[in-house]
């Protein structure tokens, strides 16, 4: 499976970006969908993550501005973030986690760049 993201750029503080990911193929029923991401220097962290049970789970930072969703028909992961800050300037890659295989994927990182 490959995960394409898209949707990073350059946002002034405050403004808004949706990053989107998309599987090559169907994910096996149950699974988790994420967003990580790595600044420079930086721990990578758990940004949200979506389970196919319906459940989400986010990142205290991002809690009240960020939104995760999901299309299964389309195999696809989104993340609406709102009100962004420069601290949450970094690399984000998607994440998906079948479980009927146990086999974690992982998108190639797509840059989000916050001015102050």
């Known amino acids: 499976v490959q995960l394409q993201a898209s949707g990073g750029g350059l946002v002034q503080a405050g403004g808004s970006l949706r990053l989107s990911c998309a599987a090559s193929r169907t994910i096996f029923s149950i699974n988790a969908m994420g967003w990580y991401r790595q600044a420079p220097g930086k721990q990578c962290e758990l940004v949200a993550v979506?389970?196919?049970?319906?459940?989400?789970n986010y990142a205290e930072s991002v809690k009240g501005r960020f939104t995760i969703s999901r299309d299964n028909t389309k195999n696809a992961v989104y993340l609406q973030m709102n009100s962004l800050k420069p601290g949450d300037t970094a690399f984000y890659s998607c994440h998906v986690h079948d479980y009927g295989t146990f086999i974690e994927y992982w998108g190639k990182g797509t840059l989000v760049t916050v001015s102050s």
């Open positions: 979506s389970s196919s049970g319906g459940s989400t």
